[in-house]
């Protein structure tokens, strides 16, 4: 999954690897930043025959990682499919509806879909640990099509 297979070094002390596999497959990697509660980065290898076989909807919603304290995420919520507001991830615009962040994959669930049998990468993808607080239109738009 990485260039001459040397995991990357997270960019501070308290960062936490977290490996997404299952015992046949490795699915991504993620730097998560316990003290700011956001991911550093994420890892993940797709080929071109896998990039051409991805065909997966959204099914799920977000969820706390189980391998991080509590503490060390933001809550999760988990939006409701005929929501356009956003989710209220890391809070809004002083408690109101009218401003709100959505969550962006750093791993994309749509990459994991190229092994459509195993749907333990895609659902893993859906952690907090792997979400970026990203403006509403920032997130939505032409690139998803």
């Known amino acids: 999954m990485f260039v001459d297979d040397v995991i990357p070094t997270p960019p501070r002390s308290d ?11 490795s699915y991504f990697m993620t730097s998560f930043g316990n003290d700011i509660k956001s991911p550093d980065f994420s890892a993940y ?26 503490d060390d995420q933001v809550s999760h919520y988990a939006r409701s499919s005929g929501s356009t507001s956003g989710s209220p991830c ?13 969550r962006g994959h750093l791993a994309p669930n749509k990459i994991m879909s190229a092994h459509p049998n195993e749907c333990e ?16 239109d920032m997130n939505r738009g032409s690139w998803e099509s």
């Open 90 to 102: 890391w809070g809004t615009n002083g408690g109101s509806r009218a401003f709100s962040w959505d």
């Open 45 to 70: 290898k797709v080929t071109r025959a896998e990039a051409l076989t991805l065909t997966s909807d959204r099914p799920w919603s977000w969820r706390k990682d189980p391998d991080v304290s509590d």
């Open 121 to 136: 990468g895609q659902w893993q993808t859906f952690y907090v640990t792997n979400a970026a607080m990203q403006y509403d």
């Open 15 to 25: 960062s936490t690897l977290l490996c997404r596999r299952t015992s046949s497959r």
